[in-house]
T-cell receptor, first 115, second 112 residues
Framework: DSGVTQTPKHLITATGQRVTLRCSPR?????VYWYQQSLDQGLQFLIQYYNGEERAKGNILERFSAQQFPDLHSELNLSSLELGDSALYFCASSRDPGQNSYEQYFGPGTRLTVT | AQTVTQSQPEMSVQEAETVTLSCTYD???????LFWYKQPPSRQMILVIRQEAYKQQNATENRFSVNFQKAAKSFSLKISDSQLGDAAMYFC?????????FGTGTRLKVLA
């Protein structure tokens, strides 16, 4: 158990819909990262937040957005869903993006199926 | 462009034997970190080992060790005394402070 929690574990929805994925980082971790893993693919970095502020942005679609709240939990919002958005979405957390704290600890993922 | 390449889609190893998984990367950054993550069938991503680019000494964690060749931009993972529980997808990752790139993975099969 990494200490990172994600809800829900599974989500099935229809094309065109909007969903929200939730992540709670490990206690004390200030950074949250979101990744997308399509079937049998590597992980694609989407976005990073540090202490409530966006810190880095990767290959995140405009239909996707995220935020980190004052209690440090984060939400990833996916809208106008398409079949190709079906994937495993991981959240990870780390202490901070400083020099000595780069380990990212991953949650169990949310499996999104768009039908 | 920053890239991470894992050229071995699949590897097999006999139980108790040693196997090496390859990873090459490309970056113009001088300060970065490299990681190996394991993803078993449960799909949980588990950190195996990390290497700081500024350290010449290769990282070791129990049966797992790396061969970090900075000039060659190579970062291979050696698993000694392979166990059935080592069977998983292994991902090499490059962390350049606000840029995170994962390789496509190597599926490791452990044969009893």
């Amino acid at each position: 158990d990494s200490g990172v929690t994600q809800t829900p574990k599974h989500l099935i929805t229809a094309t065109g819909q909007r969903v929200t994925l939730r992540c709670s980082p490990r206690s004390g971790d200030l950074s949250v990262y979101w990744y997308q893993q399509s079937l049998d693919q590597g992980l694609q970095f989407l976005i990073q937040y540090y202490n409530g502020e966006e810190r880095a942005k990767g290959n995140i679609l405009e239909r996707f957005s995220a935020q980190q709240f004052p209690d440090l939990h984060s939400e990833l919002n996916l809208s106008s869903l398409e079949l190709g958005d079906s994937a495993l979405y991981f959240c990870a957390s780390s202490r901070d993006p400083g020099q000595n704290s780069y380990e990212q600890y991953f949650g169990p993922g949310t499996r999104l199926t768009v039908t | 462009a920053q890239t991470v390449t894992q050229s071995q889609p699949e590897m097999s190893v006999q139980e108790a034997e040693t196997v090496t998984l390859s990873c090459t990367y490309d970056t113009s950054e001088s300060d970065y970190y490299l990681f190996w993550y394991k993803q078993p069938p449960s799909r949980q991503m588990i950190l195996v080992i990390r290497q700081e680019a500024y350290k010449q000494q290769n990282a070791t964690e129990n049966r797992f060790s790396v061969n970090f060749q900075k000039a060659a931009k190579s970062f291979s993972l050696k698993i000694s005394d392979s166990q059935l529980g080592d069977a998983a997808m292994y991902f090499c990752a490059l962390d350049m402070a606000y840029k995170y790139i994962f390789g496509t993975g190597t599926r490791l099969k452990v044969l009893a």
